[in-house]
């Protein structure tokens, strides 16, 4: 079996760094200790810093239809869990961008989100120095989980600050927007709700800590190509919407509980990609108290309310070659806000 758990070497020592950040707080998902970002921050020289950027995950996802503007309507939840990349920023006194990834197969020029986010944030606030970044990629590109997107709202909010930008959050909200639709979630982290384009956030109240399991399989999934596979027996209507989110009681609508976990995505994504749906059935055979497909694929994500859940499953999951598994939880609003330390300061 040449299938990879992401616990080996280098991974196992970035994995464990984050799972003691996180495991340290009472509750990843109430508060985190003042200090456990804050070192980040204040570690490196002056005019710089290191920071995560989170991945995310949509226990609801439902496309509501196609807009005049050819975007599709949808009415989403994002969640934060605590896999992250890791961002090195660097002031330069000239207006250079100068970004450098580990992963070579990751552009490291403008077609880079990270890259965009710089030159969007320079031209609005008429900003005249630069910055060298270094991106260290631990989120699985083309997954569903927002790796481009955190990362870009990550290096709006890091440069803002190191910057000294007289920026609110509207304005970040702005800039945010115009770099993709699911940039501005990431500028509030933990629960929330996602509706337009999934680009109109409304934060809700933290779920439970939940223990997540997340894979990879060995290929790829297309959003444009599973928008455009999408007909209207995959949509749900927003009659169904209204219904179901009236109906719904609160403990369930927002939450990780299997009645509440939908995305409109899977019929699509695993007619054309079955492995994917291999995958799912995995974290189900192995124990997961519910799994779904991450975003429009390629991952998808079991749920466990326990710990000791989470660990047998990742002894007993059957993987295919390729395949790659990233253990991790759910990371809430105070816990997000705490470890990326004083970036939030200006928006509150």
């Given at each position: 079996?040449?299938?990879v758990?992401?616990?080996?070497?280098?991974?196992?020592?970035?994995?464990?760094?984050?799972?003691?950040?996180f495991?340290?707080?009472?509750?990843?998902?109430?508060?985190?200790?003042?200090?456990?970002?804050?070192s980040?921050?204040n570690?490196?020289?002056?005019?710089?810093?290191?920071?995560?950027?989170?991945?995310?995950?949509?226990?609801?996802?439902?496309?509501l239809?196609?807009?005049?503007?050819g975007?599709?309507?949808l009415d989403?939840?994002?969640q934060?869990?605590?896999?992250?990349?890791?961002?090195t920023?660097?002031?330069?006194?000239?207006?250079?961008?100068?970004?450098?990834?580990d992963?070579?197969?990751?552009?490291e020029?403008?077609?880079?989100?990270?890259?965009?986010?710089?030159?969007?944030?320079?031209?609005?606030f008429?900003?005249?120095?630069?910055?060298?970044?270094?991106?260290e990629?631990?989120?699985?590109?083309?997954?569903?989980?927002?790796?481009?997107a955190?990362?870009?709202?990550?290096?709006?909010?890091?440069?803002?600050h190191?910057?000294?930008?007289?920026?609110?959050?509207?304005?970040?909200?702005?800039?945010?927007l115009?770099?993709?639709?699911?940039?501005p979630?990431?500028?509030?982290?933990?629960?929330?709700?996602?509706?337009?384009?999934g680009?109109?956030?409304?934060?809700?109240?933290?779920?439970?800590?939940?223990?997540?399991?997340?894979?990879?399989?060995?290929?790829?999934?297309?959003?444009a190509?599973?928008?455009?596979?999408?007909?209207?027996?995959?949509?749900?209507?927003?009659?169904?919407?209204t219904?179901?989110?009236?109906?719904?009681?609160?403990?369930?609508?927002?939450?990780?509980?299997?009645?509440?976990?939908?995305?409109?995505?899977?019929?699509v994504?695993?007619?054309?990609?079955?492995?994917?749906?291999?995958?799912?059935?995995?974290?189900?055979?192995?124990?997961?108290?519910?799994?779904?497909?991450?975003?429009?694929?390629?991952?998808?994500?079991?749920?466990?309310?326990?710990?000791?859940?989470?660990?047998?499953?990742?002894?007993?999951?059957?993987l295919?070659?390729?395949?790659?598994?990233?253990?991790?939880?759910?990371?809430?609003?105070?816990?997000?806000?705490?470890?990326?330390?004083?970036?939030?300061?200006?928006?509150?």
């Amino acid at each position: 079996m040449n299938a990879v758990i992401d616990l080996t070497a280098e991974d196992a020592e970035v994995f464990a760094e984050a799972w003691r950040d996180f495991s340290s707080a009472p509750s990843a998902n109430t508060s985190a200790p003042s200090a456990v970002k804050e070192s980040l921050v204040n570690s490196r020289p002056q005019g710089s810093l290191t920071v995560p950027a989170f991945a995310k995950i949509n226990p609801r996802l439902c496309v509501l239809g196609k807009r005049t503007d050819g975007y599709h309507e949808l009415d989403t939840i994002f969640q934060t869990v605590s896999l992250h990349d890791t961002i090195t920023f660097e002031v330069t006194k000239t207006a250079e961008i100068a970004l450098s990834c580990d992963d070579p197969s990751l552009p490291e020029g403008p077609e880079n989100l990270v890259y965009q986010a710089v030159e969007a944030l320079q031209k609005r606030f008429a900003q005249r120095t630069g910055a060298r970044i270094r991106l260290e990629k631990r989120i699985p590109a083309q997954a569903g989980l927002g790796g481009g997107a955190s990362d870009a709202a990550v290096t709006l909010l890091a440069l803002t600050h190191l910057w000294n930008l007289e920026a609110n959050r509207n304005d970040l909200l702005d800039v945010a927007l115009s770099l993709g639709a699911d940039v501005p979630f990431f500028l509030f982290g933990g629960t929330a709700h996602g509706t337009g384009i999934g680009n109109r956030i409304t934060p809700l109240p933290d779920v439970d800590e939940k223990f997540v399991l997340i894979v990879k399989p060995n290929t790829n999934s297309s959003t444009a190509r599973a928008y455009q596979s999408l007909n209207s027996g995959s949509l749900t209507s927003t009659e169904a919407k209204t219904i179901l989110s009236t109906s719904q009681p609160d403990e369930i609508f927002g939450s990780f509980h299997s009645e509440a976990l939908e995305n409109d995505f899977e019929r699509v994504v695993f007619e054309h990609a079955p492995e994917i749906e291999r995958a799912k059935a995995a974290l189900m055979n192995s124990g997961a108290d519910a799994a779904l497909l991450a975003g429009s694929g390629s991952a998808v994500f079991g749920i466990f309310d326990r710990e000791n859940a989470q660990e047998r499953a990742i002894q007993a999951i059957v993987l295919e070659a390729g395949w790659r598994v990233f253990p991790c939880r759910t990371v809430g609003r105070n816990g997000y806000r705490s470890a990326l330390g004083d970036l939030f300061r200006r928006l509150d």
